[in-house]
Nanobody
Framework: QVQLVESGGALAQAGGSLRLSCAASGGTFSVYAMGWFRQTPGKAREFVAAISRGAYNTVYADSVKGRFTISRDNTKNTLYLQMNSLKPDDTAVYYC?????????????????WGQGTQVTVSS
């Protein structure tokens, strides 16, 4: 069973950048496809980006395509989300998630393991 811990959330200005990290432990990181999701109060959890277990394939939500980049370092057991050109609409709690399989996967209910989330707030 893998444990996930996100970090890097902060207050940023519109147009700025942040990098989120997700550290994995307790399992073999390289066997898991990984994803980032986000949620704001009163709204359903939203897919952001996903990456295959070997990092060969990625997929993005239309709302972040061209601004966000998902990556992973299997030697460091860490997933990343580089967020550029931030907008106030990007404000949310961001979660990383893992599931066995090649991936990438965009459906949240297919993920088995979740982190506790990290808050990203973008001011206008």
């Amino acid at each position: 069973q893998v444990q996930l811990v996100e970090s890097g959330g902060a207050l940023a200005q519109a147009g700025g950048s942040l990098r989120l990290s997700c550290a994995a432990s307790g399992g073999t990181f390289s066997v898991y496809a990984m994803g980032w999701f986000r949620q704001t109060p009163g709204k359903a959890r939203e897919f952001v980006a996903a990456i295959s277990r070997g990092a060969y394939n990625t997929v993005y939500a239309d709302s972040v395509k061209g601004r966000f980049t998902i990556s992973r370092d299997n030697t460091k057991n860490t997933l990343y989300l580089q967020m550029n050109s931030l907008k106030p609409d990007d404000t949310a709690v961001y979660y990383c998630a893992a599931r066995g399989g090649i991936g990438p996967y965009i459906i949240d209910i297919r993920y088995s393991y979740w982190g506790q989330g990290t808050q990203v707030t973008v001011s206008s």
